[in-house]
């Protein structure tokens, strides 16, 4: 510690004096033990010494008081920014609740604005953050960040209003991980639902500079909130859009898969719920994410990081299936037991890595109660988690031949939401189903989903067998083929579901996180406890629209197992003008599943040693294309680490709890006979 830093801490002169002289005591101590040039050095640090105990004079001339004087601070009580020249007004608000507790709310109104809608979004990230992107004058480069499409406010003229969730940030309140509605998960009588009520309340009343007219916006977390301001909602509510919004956290959004925990989001949950701020931060002690989640089970794991510390993990747990706890919170069940009052755009990704099940999953429960087809639209791009607001001509190594999140902005969201916000607005020529073709690269305006093309063209089911010889095709199995394909699942060396290093998710310069779902599959293809079934070369093109759904006759030498189906477009050998996208496997739709729940999500029971059961799970939603001279795959595996967690393949109580004598390599059999004929149910679109 050097002389200048004893000054800034105001050590007097006598102890800063001492301190020296000990130090250089002790420099002549050693001095005894070792001759010649070390006695140099001690000349120098005598001039040091002699020198200190000059700088540790006083800096101040005592007064007639005998009291030091001091210098008055250069620093003024309370900044008044001068902002005559921005374009806009900031305000920061503490909006009160019914209960009494008071929410921080940014809101950002471009100057000189009347009768201007307001277009609020709220958040467990920062309300100050979202709206605090650059420091600058001008409203475009502040909100040029996560949550804002920024065109579409800034050249709208939009009161931009951006909100703490309770217990985050500046908010006052407890925070609860998306917090249920009141009634048996929350026997407090406030909620997300009653908070939006409120704030949309106290909005409407004191922004003179409003039309009196709301819209709901947000992505992933901050999407699901627009789907809780649609219970019992605000009569000044007139829209509502849920970009990749966490619906059901069991069944495909961030927590689960089909039961299959994704144990990668626990530093996120560390994050999130240790602090008010996220300012503690989940530690690891390995660069390969893969080493980190293979040194214990996650139950394990978590208590080595002190995550039992956290409600929510506590919550998940105790929780490891589909017990009334997920089901009562699943969106989708809560809005189809509710009126449909406030028109909607949900906004789907058909990449998305972390939400991917959400948006298809309410348009499939309320889409019905839309009887006159003008209260609810979906749109589904080409795109990753949320990447609508950003540049979205690639995705990967994926070219889409244009920017189709700027294509988004402009021509569906922006005409949508003035159509309900702004006053004297023309309706929007948005069509019921706005979803992005890939393969081809075309958007395509459907009157529902789903549909092959606008007319309505018929989808149909249709077997896409798994054959031997590791073929595939629509043709069914013949007689006297081999039974069965099988491989070694060996939870010591699981499946990576991308290639290694594996980073952990995270969306800061130089993570990859985002584009997982679009990697290369061909590494995944060549090990050995990874079968991959291929098709011909196709003549005509096979377009499938909607869900495929796995029916997998499978066998395991264990009494418990995960069944990872991908279904894969196989790239020529070739690709004129993009030559690193030859042989490219890029996956279309996939998911996993855990075994135990082949005969119920609600209760785990053991598998049959050996013996042939049918699995059968739906996968993601597609909108693609198989151009002539590619081919089709499906690949089957039992892991996808360290995403997900592995399955120790014997059956345990617990799967957070699994011991390491629990895990045990098993023998994984895939069928393919007539008897006993596995394929995916592929929705195949007709006479497009």
Not at 122 to 128: G, K, Q
Not at 258 to 281: K, L
Not at 612 to 618: D, I
Request: proline letters at 8%; a negative charge; one cysteine or more.
């Amino acid at each position: 510690m050097g002389i200048s830093k004893f000054r800034s801490n105001r050590i007097g002169k006598a102890s800063t004096g001492k301190l020296l002289f000990r130090r250089f005591q002790g420099t002549l101590s050693m001095a005894k033990i070792s001759r010649g040039r070390v006695q140099v050095r001690h000349t120098s640090l005598f001039m040091l010494f002699l020198t200190g105990l000059l700088l540790a004079g006083p800096s101040v001339t005592p007064g007639a008081s005998g009291q030091a004087a001091s210098l008055p601070s250069e620093t003024p009580e309370k900044v008044i920014p001068a902002t005559d020249s921005f374009d806009y007004v900031k305000r920061d608000v503490m909006i009160p609740m019914r209960d009494g507790v008071k929410l921080h709310t940014v809101v950002v109104i471009p100057k000189g604005a009347k009768n201007a809608p307001i277009l609020l979004t709220r958040t467990p990230y920062s309300a100050t953050a979202q709206v605090s992107h650059a420091q600058s004058s001008h409203l475009g480069p502040i909100l040029s960040g996560y949550d804002n499409a920024v065109e579409v406010i800034v050249e709208g003229g939009y009161i931009r209003v951006v909100q703490d969730v309770r217990g985050k940030y500046g908010s006052e309140g407890d925070y609860v991980m998306t917090r249920p509605l009141h009634g048996p998960l929350n026997p407090t009588a406030v909620d997300h639902s009653t908070d939006t009520y409120d704030t949309i309340d106290w909005l409407v009343k004191n922004l003179p500079e409003s039309n009196g007219k709301v819209g709901i916006i947000g992505i992933s977390y901050d999407g699901f909130l627009p789907l809780m301001a649609l219970v019992n909602p605000h009569p000044a509510l007139k829209v509502s859009v849920p970009m990749n919004p966490m619906v059901d956290g069991w069944m495909g959004d961030d927590w689960f898969h089909n039961g299959a925990f994704r144990q990668q989001n626990m530093p996120y949950i560390y994050e999130q719920e240790t602090t008010r701020d996220n300012s503690a931060q989940w530690w690891t002690d390995h660069f390969d994410d893969y080493d980190v989640y293979m040194q214990a089970s996650a139950g394990e794991l978590g208590r080595s990081h002190g995550l039992e510390q956290v409600g929510f993990w506590r919550k998940l747990l105790e929780h490891p299936s589909y017990d009334s706890w997920w089901q009562q919170q699943a969106m989708d069940k809560i809005l189809a037991a509710q009126p449909l009052k406030v028109p909607m755009m949900l906004v789907d990704s058909l990449w998305d890595q972390e939400d991917i099940y959400g948006a298809p999953a309410v348009y499939k429960a309320i889409k019905p109660k839309d009887a006159n087809n003008d209260k609810v639209f979906l749109v589904m791009g080409p795109w990753h988690h949320g990447q609508e607001i950003g540049d979205a001509s690639t995705l990967g190594a994926v070219r889409f031949n244009s920017d189709t999140g700027l294509y988004f902005r402009e021509n569906i969201l922006r005409p949508f939401l003035d159509q309900y916000l702004k006053d004297g607005a023309p309706k929007a020529d948005v069509a019921p189903v706005t979803a992005f073709e890939t393969g081809t690269n075309t958007w395509r305006r459907l009157p529902s989903w789903p549909a092959g093309c606008a007319s309505g063209c018929p989808v149909h089911p249709a077997k896409f067998y798994l054959e031997a010889g590791l073929k595939a095709g629509f043709d069914a199995p013949k007689a006297g083929d081999a039974a069965f394909d099988e491989y070694v699942s060996d939870p010591a060396k699981p499946v990576p579901f991308r290639k290694r290093p594996i980073q952990p998710v995270g969306y800061s310069d130089g993570m990859t996180w985002p584009e997982w779902l679009v990697d290369d599959q061909r590494e995944a293809s060549g090990r050995t406890d990874v079968v991959a079934f291929t098709s011909d070369v196709l003549k005509e093109p096979v377009k499938i629209s909607g869900q495929p759904v796995a029916n997998l006759i499978a066998s395991t030498s264990g009494t418990d197992s995960d069944w990872v189906v991908k279904v894969i477009d196989v790239y020529p050998d070739e690709v004129a003008g993009q030559p690193g996208m030859g042989g490219y496997q890029l996956m279309v739709s996939a998911d996993i599943f855990r075994g135990r729940y082949r005969e119920s999500l609600e209760t785990a029971k053991a598998i049959a040693v050996d013996k042939p059961l049918l699995y059968h799970f739906t996968l993601p939603t597609a909108n693609h294309v198989f151009l002539p001279g590619h081919r089709i795959m499906v690949q089957v595996q039992s892991s996808w680490f360290p995403l997900y967690d592995r399955n120790p393949q014997t059956f345990v109580p617990n799967i957070f709890w699994a011991k390491p004598g629990d895990y045990k390599k098993a023998v994984q059999r895939v069928f393919h006979s007539p008897e006993q004929a596995s394929f995916i149910e592929m929705p195949l679109v007709e006479n497009r």
